[in-house]
């Protein structure tokens, strides 16, 4: 297939739904940063290596961590962190207003997938208005970089503590992330542009006829 005739339309979400706005959320679990996990619990996603770098760090108990859905790892996971107040295991969260409600709450979301293709939950946390952290893996540091902090999935064990410290140690940063990350999203990740830009494709094929 010659370049030329190759289109990319990528992911797209509403970003009037996923938008930054108040929630009472993190008053309600008594943090003051909040660090958001939303999708499957499953081994590929290294929901662990997120929550042993959180545990790590010995936050103050006002720090908390969330973890939003349901999978393989997730009883175990709870096991593991019974004792750590600061975790919280959602399991899954099937109602939109309550995920647009911790969305809306949350410092810091990260996904430390080793596979990816581009996450819909990435995308809907950048829309929200969240500094993001993510692995280089799929086209998820092609939307991120710039506007996030991409890790390298080889050194997610020695990245991913040092990305969580500089974001709860630099709020100036971690909002200017958010900010940025809100501009990349409604830019280029918005469901009714990537519709309009389906439409011209088609109109494109038509007259090519």
Avoid: C
């Amino acid at each position: 297939v010659l370049p030329e005739r190759v289109r990319v339309i990528p992911n797209g979400i509403d970003v009037t739904t996923y938008s930054p706005g108040p929630s009472d959320w993190k008053a309600s679990v008594g943090a003051t940063v909040l660090v958001s996990y939303i999708g499957r619990v499953d081994p590929e996603k290294n929901v662990g290596d997120l929550l042993k770098a959180f545990h790590n760090l010995n936050l103050p108990p006002d720090h908390k961590a969330v973890v939003v859905g349901n999978g393989m790892e997730l009883s175990s996971l709870r096991r593991k962190y019974r004792d750590d107040h600061r975790i919280i295991f959602k399991g899954y969260v099937g109602e939109l207003r309550e995920r647009i409600r911790i969305l809306r709450a949350t410092d810091i979301f990260v996904l430390p997938s080793s596979i990816e293709g581009l996450s819909l939950a990435m995308l809907e946390a950048m829309a929200s208005g969240i500094a993001v952290v993510a692995t280089d893996v799929g086209a998820d540091a092609e939307a991120l970089r710039g506007a996030g902090i991409v890790i390298d999935l080889a050194a997610l064990e020695e990245q991913l503590p040092l990305a969580l410290r500089l974001l709860i140690e630099y709020p100036d940063f971690r909002r200017n992330l958010a900010a940025r990350a809100r501009q990349r999203a409604v830019r280029e990740y918005s469901l009714e542009t990537n519709i309009d830009r389906v439409v011209e494709l088609y109109r494109e094929l038509t007259n090519d006829e």
